[in-house]
T-cell receptor
Framework: NAGVTQTPKFQVLKTGQSMTLQCAQD?????MYWYRQDPGMGLRLIYY???????DKGEVPNGYNVSRLNKREFSLRLESAAPSQTSVYFC??????????????FGEGSRLTVL | QKEVEQNSGPLSVPEGAIASLNCTYS??????FFWYRQYSGKSPELIMF????GDKEDGRFTAQLNKASQYVSLLIRDSQPSDSATYLC????????????FGSGTRLSIRP
């Protein structure tokens, strides 16, 4: 019953440091997502991967890179962290239902602080 | 203009009353519409999804979709204190059915 697993759950970085957030899903879903959530801002889409081998920019992609390593795994990399990237990051996955996108299943979130 | 707009609230509703949450979206080609509930410090969880114009009911929850007006709503009947949470509206885009955009959320408080 793992669902969507994110690591790490908490991380503190200094400005300029790099790090990678890992995400894996065991539901055989096609699509995977990275969102960030700041107070009062809802969820903002960073990048998404509609299927294995494809990635696309979302609403706020600047300062991030992603890799869809295989169908299960989708990682998010911060090359040079900035205080503006302090946020809670959520990974999610979904399955397509015909022309529609199905329910998003979320990981527990990763709280990142950049000093 | 944001792609998905919600009133941030807080919306305060007495216990037992109907809570009405609203959402508008800008992409006329959107086909998938979702309502998620998020408790403080937790991940969002799906409440309802709707693909066709009209109403869809599930227990105390009713989702309403009006594509002509680009409007989605969520009604919660017989509101309970456990319904106090942030409600997030999400919509997919015409350019990519897999691109799911969220509104900023409406904070709902049910007062006893």
């Amino acid at each position: 019953n793992a669902g969507v697993t994110q690591t790490p759950k908490f991380q503190v970085l200094k400005t300029g440091q790099s790090m990678t957030l890992q995400c894996a899903q065991d539901m055989n879903h096609n699509s995977m997502y990275w969102y960030r959530q700041d107070p009062g801002m809802g969820l903002r889409l960073i990048y998404y991967s509609a299927s294995e081998g494809t990635t696309d920019k979302g609403e706020v992609p600047n300062g991030y890179n992603v890799s869809r390593l295989n169908k299960r795994e989708f990682s998010l990399r911060l090359e040079s962290a900035a205080p503006s990237q302090t946020s809670v990051y959520f990974c999610a996955s979904s399955v397509r239902e015909g022309v529609n996108t199905g329910e998003l299943f979320f990981g527990e979130g990763s709280r990142l602080t950049v000093l | 203009q944001k792609e998905v707009e919600q009133n941030s609230g807080p919306l305060s509703v007495p216990e037992g009353a109907i809570a009405s949450l609203n959402c508008t979206y800008s992409d006329r080609g959107s086909q998938s519409f979702f309502w998620y509930r998020q408790y403080s410090g937790k991940s969002p969880e799906l409440i309802m999804f709707i693909y066709s114009n009209g109403d869809k009911e599930d227990g105390r929850f009713t989702a309403q979709l009006n594509k002509a007006s680009q409007y989605v709503s969520l009604l919660i009947r017989d509101s309970q204190p456990s319904d106090s949470a942030t409600y997030l509206c999400a919509v997919n885009g015409r350019s990519s059915a897999s691109k799911i955009i969220f509104g900023s959320g409406t904070r709902l408080s049910i007062r006893p």
